[in-house]
């Protein structure tokens, strides 16, 4: 079982990013795991930005990046993304892809069985 994590970049303020998820060993329809982003600046812990539920596709979202950010899923090249517009400096971190069954909550991270290697994001002028 691997995730990749790909497309972060460097970007200015304002700017726009797409990061994808890349499942291959299983796939995410048959596992039927929620799939989340997560991202963790230096000195800081690791946090939540969205989660997909594989079940019904319900969403979530960390108040930081509501209205800026969209998680969808295609579960024919199972892949997950998170299309992030209005990026700003505080958005800058390293990005890690994690699917699981969150009984916990969307947001905690020790219930999620497989992660990706992250993508680092920055943005900057």
């Known amino acids: 079982v691997q995730l990749l994590a790909s497309g972060g970049g460097l970007v200015q303020p304002g700017g726009s990013l797409r990061l994808s998820c890349a499942a291959s060993?299983?796939?995410?329809?048959?596992?039927?795991?929620?799939t989340a982003w997560f991202r963790q600046a230096p000195g800081k812990e690791r946090e939540g930005v969205s989660c997909?539920?594989?079940?019904?596709?319900?969403?979530y979202y960390a108040d930081s990046v509501k209205g800026r950010f969209t998680i969808s899923r295609d579960n024919a090249n199972n892949t997950v993304y998170l299309q992030m517009n209005s990026l700003q400096p505080e958005d800058t971190a390293l990005y890690y892809c994690?699917?699981?069954?969150?009984?916990?909550?969307?947001?905690?991270?020790?219930?999620?069985?497989?992660w990706g290697q992250g993508t680092q994001v920055t943005v900057s002028s």
């Open positions: 994690a699917t699981g069954i969150p009984l916990r909550g969307w947001d905690h991270p020790y219930d999620y069985d497989y």
């Open positions: 060993g299983f796939t995410l329809d048959y596992y039927k795991p929620d």
């Open positions: 997909i539920s594989s079940s019904d596709g319900s969403t």
